[in-house]
């Protein structure tokens, strides 16, 4: 730790470069607080709001009731892929829609003797993760992990002045079409279902413009899954 500070200081402050091998010298160095401050913001920095949907082939997040019965829950590669990218989030971010049963469902999996080790394992993680669902409706969110909020926008841009880890978005299809819309996505990781469903919802609806992402990386799943990662 010390010599990543030793590091920031000499990148950063405009001076001969001092070794700091102690930390009693690192401490009595004048500018302590300067060096915090900087590594503060570079931790900051780092922070992302990463949306996760599964998709089919043909492009479609759901189908036109919200469907989703081509989606494998009990597959336990992927689930180990998911709480893999979990590592790095502390915060998960809703649309409205989704949430009473997102919220019903993973509550009741708590307590439910006979459920898939991973539906309890995630609703463990769940229970003790930070949720914020956006609404402009006076609603009141029934799982003490939850607080509402009304702007993305403006909610996002204080998360990432909060020192933290990632930000997850799950959706809904609506929710998320409006923060690619806004722009408020950092990165994108797309689970490509090997299914085509016809017709259904978008997470791009809105968009006006060719957005180009960046391609981070890919894995294929034995299922025939692909799981990809995109950087805005």
């Known amino acids: 730790m010390f010599a990543l500070f030793t590091i920031l200081l000499n990148k950063k402050i405009k001076r001969h470069p001092i070794a700091i091998t102690t930390k009693s010298n690192f401490q009595r160095f004048p500018v302590w607080n300067l060096v915090l401050e ?11 709001v990463i949306l996760t949907m599964q ?36 915060t998960y971010l809703l649309g409205r829609k989704m949430y009473p049963g997102y919220s019903s469902y993973w509550q009741s999996m708590l307590s439910n003797a006979t459920a898939p080790a991973d539906h309890v394992k995630f609703a463990k993680l769940a229970d003790k993760t930070q949720h914020i669902v956006f609404t402009k409706t006076d609603f009141k969110p029934d799982w003490k992990n939850t607080r509402v909020a009304k702007d993305p926008a403006e909610e996002i841009a204080r998360l990432k002045k909060e020192e933290g880890k990632d930000i997850m978005v799950w959706g809904g299809a609506n929710f998320a079409s409006n923060l690619v819309k806004l722009g408020l996505i950092d990165e994108f990781r ?43």
């Open 190 to 232: 797309i689970s490509l279902n090997p299914a085509l469903v016809g017709e259904g919802k978008s997470f791009t609806n809105g968009l006006k413009q060719l957005k180009k992402l960046k391609f981070l990386r890919s894995k294929t799943l034995k299922s025939g899954l692909v799981i990809l990662w995109y950087q805005s």
């Open 55 to 90: 998709m089919t082939l043909d492009g479609f997040v759901a189908g036109t009731n919200d469907e989703m019965n081509w989606v494998d829950t009990e597959d336990g590669e992927i689930w180990d892929e998911m709480f893999n990218d979990l590592k790095s989030v502390d």
């Open 38 to 48: 900087i590594l503060k913001k570079d931790i900051m920095k780092k922070r992302k």
